[in-house]
């Protein structure tokens, strides 16, 4: 074999001109025309767009040729060169050494993987490389677990070659972060953390500095990591391929660890999480590259919070309500005293006396388990769960008019649409590794943003709507009547796939436009614009949360973002739909699982005799064919005594529902409130009976997320001593109480959900594999990635308009409050930060804020720092004030991770007119300067 290392006058041809050559006509090898290229001689087929290296790794797997600069879920980069390989024209012709990472296979190449030329080219590459790295291999913390390491080894670098010289040895530490550290001596400039922080996460934190020698890896503006806007998704240390960018957990090391790949318990995207024990505790947490939800990326939520499982305000021992006083008590004493109660209220009252509120944060077996109780063992409907105060409108509005209440779409039809619309959600804080794709999706294509606050996807979006809260309806009609008035609708799709067209229409047109803009304060021409955006693009996805289920006219809010993917045949194929954006991360579970008082397991409705003859043949028990109380309904019927018991399973409802004087005094007035809980809450303060509940790292079961993916959740360590699951106390309870139930266990559990709910009749827990399923699935195992191809759940698509009609809230105390206050979430805690306060998380973000624009804040002599209090109908609360232009003026945004402001104590019991989900986002109020003890805080 020869070769020749004149690159300048090398024979060998760019992919791109075998491409031109190919339309051209002028290549007539037919080796080439079959797409055939050869590794040490031997012919192999090549697959479109396929790189050298990844030929190479499909034939011969991942150790013939090294690499360190690439990663799995990285562009090809090709700067390290440890990846070259010889390729020649000709059978052992000349040949040039090439990057095999970013190279394209050439039709008819000859690729020598490791000739001796290219093993000396690597051993040296690596001796430079080491001629600069601390060889303290023995005390690092990623030793038996370093790339470098683990290269160098692997083409026999057993000395350097080289003298010492000028280095980068003596640079400092950095250890200014809670989670994420720095050791820049061990950097070997590959690149891998630039590119994990712009490509996978899109935050450009990290970068290169200096030239030649002088390169370095910097933060920012050369800060130190705890300055610069880092979001400490960890991508840079996950990349990292030694220990020069790393975390507090040495997450890499891999001493005495044993893995357990399970799902994050944070939010709906469902990321896959690796689990790293030591002696039965949790180590580290790092992201499985082949996970299809996350593909090697996670938020710090799920990679760095996960300290509140063992944290010592962990509960331990079940309590019971003695002379005012919570006592530990028995398992066996606290099961006797909730029978021996629940069993005379029954008697007393009858079961409807009796609720249960689920958990959209409970596995689906727990949460099936839940409603089975509450329906078989108490024999009652009321049953509800935290979807309620969430996405039951999404559910609704698209159960009316697709026939399912759920996504449409999977996320990584990202890769096959033209236009996002993200209405009323905030992906990069709530929902943060969707949030990353949505933002390097807006970075580089047309993205629209429905959302009173600028939020960090509104800065990245062609067109941002900038509405008042509460008038979602009025500016999604603004865009149906542009979009039918510019004739831009799919006439096609809207004879063949749906219903109620002209009606809609009619209405749609008869819209006062100029109403409708000083209703949205947003400029008709700016809607009109995104609106012909929105119909033009050849394929257009939207993605919607709270921010528009939360309010009085949600479920019809929901209802018209399904409308507009109708009406421009946004249906039925990749890179479209109507895609809600979970916010716990088993809220689409939770519904599936029956728990809801309308619809049972599967969502059957409850009064159609058909069904509940069903239910009762499969439960073997009497049931109700009547609707039970949603959780609004519960408190009222507590506080008119109609409700004597009620039990909750993880959920704080004191801090989290709104309206809190009304939540207090409805459980108030309970003579049995039992709470399942992993912590002391303020809702467990009340209660009569507390039971310590296992945490996601300790059970198993599944999570079904907004992709309608069911994953397994797999018992990562041993439940605390003294707590039990959820399931098991569930299960213990109705054996307790006469209705004879196995121990917990998800795979038998599955067996019997697949009997009662059609979309997981061929779900089964060996199946589920390490990327679950999306439901539907058949009973062959076959899942479903995109809903309604051909046809709609209900058959056709039902158009169904809606009016614009202001939100009591604003009509009853709007003269007195003039000012509209809206919630938002902070990336670093989640919900009232139960879990993450009790994390690194609180030294980042370590209190609430309230937005306030710049002009309010001078009228009312407000400076950034200042306490204020909120003041609405409902009470008041205090909060520090920072001055934005996020905000328009009139409007306030708060964010609501610290129950010491309690801001649950200020919003009102208005809920959306049908699915009855709290108004959160729409309060209205005024403010001032902090009086008493909370002016003393400024
Ligand atoms: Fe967990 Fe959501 Fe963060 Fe993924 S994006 S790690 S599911 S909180």
């Not at 055939?36 to 479109?48: C, L």
């Not at 040296?124 to 291999?137: A, G, K, Q």
């Not at 979970?582 to 309308?598: E, I, L, Y």
């Not at 795979?747 to 009662?756: G, N, R, S, V």
Request: aromatic share 8%; hydrophobic share 35%.
């Amino acid at each position: 074999m020869t070769f020749d290392t004149k690159s300048s006058t090398s024979p060998i041809i760019t992919a791109r001109e075998t491409s031109s050559d190919k339309n051209s006509g002028s290549n007539s090898n037919p080796k080439v025309d079959a797409k055939i290229a050869y590794i040490d001689n031997v012919p192999h087929e090549i697959r479109d767009g396929e790189t050298i290296l990844q030929l190479v790794r499909r034939i011969h797997g991942a150790e013939l040729v090294p690499t360190l600069c690439d990663a799995p879920n990285l562009e090809p980069f090709g700067s390290c060169r440890i990846c070259s390989v010889d390729v020649a024209l000709t059978e052992n012709g000349s040949a040039k050494s090439m990057a095999s990472c970013h190279t394209p296979v050439m039709p008819g190449s000859y690729i020598y993987p490791s000739s001796d030329r290219i093993q000396k080219l690597r051993k040296n590459i690596i001796e430079l490389v080491l001629t600069d790295h601390p060889l303290d291999c023995l005390t690092c913390e990623v030793n038996n677990n370093c790339e470098l390491q683990e290269v160098a080894a692997k083409v026999g670098v057993r000395k350097v070659r080289y003298p010492e010289g000028k280095n980068h040895l003596d640079r400092e530490k950095d250890l200014s972060h809670p989670y994420m550290t720095s050791d820049m001596s061990k950097c070997i400039n590959c690149f891998r953390c630039v590119r994990a922080c712009e490509e996978v996460q899109g935050q450009f934190v990290l970068s290169m500095a200096g030239r030649g020698f002088d390169s370095h890896i910097v933060k920012g503006s050369e800060v130190n990591f705890f300055e610069s806007d880092c979001v400490s998704c960890g991508a840079c240390a996950q990349a990292c391929p030694t220990s020069a960018i790393s975390d507090v957990f040495e997450s890499k090391s891999i001493v005495g660890t044993e893995k357990t790949r399970t799902i994050c318990t944070y939010c709906g995207v469902g990321c896959n999480l690796d689990v790293a024990t030591v002696n039965g505790k949790v180590k580290s947490i790092q992201a499985p590259y082949d996970a299809k939800v996350n593909e090697g990326h996670t938020c710090l939520k799920g990679r760095y919070a996960f300290g509140f499982y063992n944290h010592p305000d962990r509960l331990r021992t079940p309590l019971i309500r003695k002379n005012g006083e919570l006592t530990p008590a028995t398992w066996d004493e606290a099961y006797d005293f909730i029978a021996d109660k629940l069993n005379a209220i029954k008697t007393d009252f009858g079961p409807d006396y009796i609720a249960g509120i689920s958990s959209a944060r409970c596995t689906n077996e727990e949460n099936y388990l839940m409603q089975k109780f509450i329906r078989a063992t108490i024999g009652t409907n009321n049953i509800d769960s935290c979807a309620r105060v969430c996405h039951s409108p999404t559910a609704l509005g698209m159960q009316r008019t697709f026939g399912t209440g759920a996504a449409t779409n999977s996320v990584v039809d990202l890769k096959f649409t033209n236009l996002i619309m993200v209405i009323g959600a905030n992906p990069t804080d709530g929902h943060p590794v969707t949030g990353a794709k949505l933002k390097q999706f807006a970075m580089k294509n047309t993205a629209i943003v429905i959302d009173p606050r600028r939020t960090e996807m509104a800065k990245y979006a062609k067109y941002h709507l900038q509405l008042r809260p509460g008038t979602n309806v009025a500016l999604l009609n603004m865009m149906l009547y542009y979009i039918i008035s510019e004739g831009l609708e799919d006439k096609s799709f809207i004879a063949n796939r749906t219903e109620g067209y002209d009606d809609f229409k009619t209405k749609i047109l008869a819209l006062d436009i100029a109403e409708a803009e000083k209703i949205t304060g947003v400029d008709c021409l700016l809607v009109r614009a995104a609106a012909m955006a929105y119909a033009s693009a050849p394929n257009a996805m939207s993605f919607h949360g709270l921010g528009v289920t939360e309010h009085s006219l949600g479920t019809f809010t929901v209802m018209q973002i399904a409308d507009l993917a109708m009406i421009t045949g946004n249906i039925g194929r990749r890179g479209v739909g109507v895609n809600p954006l979970r916010g716990q991360n088993n809220v689409q579970g939770a519904a599936d699982m029956g728990c809801q008082p309308h619809q049972g397991a599967g969502y059957f409705d409850v009064t159609v005799p058909e069904y509940h003859q069903k239910y009762e043949a499969f439960y073997g028990a009497k049931l109700p064919n009547y609707v039970g109380y949603k959780i609004p309904q519960m408190y009222d019927a507590a506080l008119a005594g109609k409700l004597k018991a009620l039990w909750l399973m993880g959920e704080d409802v004191v801090q989290t529902d709104p309206n809190t004087h009304h939540v207090k005094a409805a459980l108030g007035k309970l003579d049995l409130l039992i709470v399942q809980e992993i912590f002391m809450t303020e809702t467990a303060l009340m209660a009569d009976v507390v039971l310590p509940a296992a945490s996601f790292l300790e059970k198993s079961g599944t999570f079904t997320n907004g992709e309608r993916r069911i994953q397994k959740v797999q018992q990562v360590v041993e439940p605390l001593e003294g707590t039990k699951s959820d399931g098991q106390i569930m299960v213990d309870i109705m054996n307790r109480m006469g209705y004879e139930q196995t121990d917990y266990n998800a795979e038998t559990l599955l067996e019997e959900i697949a009997q009662i709910v059609p979309f997981f009749e061929g779900v089964k827990w060996k199946e589920l594999g390490d990327n679950g399923k999306q439901w539907p699935v058949a009973k062959d195992g076959t899942d479903t990635e995109i809903l309604h191809i051909t046809e709609f759940k209900r058959g056709k698509g039902k158009f169904i308009s809606a009016e614009w009609r202001e939100t009591s809230e604003i009509i009853k105390n709007g003269a007195e409050f003039p000012y509209i206050i809206t919630t938002n979430r902070e990336l670093e805690h989640y919900n009232n930060g139960t879990m993450t306060r009790r994390t690194g998380n609180v030294k980042i973000v370590t209190e609430d804020l309230l937005l306030i624009h710049p002009i309010d804040a001078e009228r009312h002599e407000i400076k950034s720092g200042d306490m204020v209090c909120v003041i609405s109908a409902r009470g008041k609360v205090d909060v520090k004030a920072k001055i934005s232009d996020e905000v328009k003026p009139g409007i306030f945004s708060s964010t609501f991770h610290f129950p010491e402001i309690a801001m649950n104590n200020i919003t009102s019991s208005e809920c959306d007119t049908d699915a009855m989900c709290p108004e959160y986002k729409v309060v209205a109020c005024t403010i001032r300067k902090s009086k008493g003890k909370f002016k003393e805080l400024v």
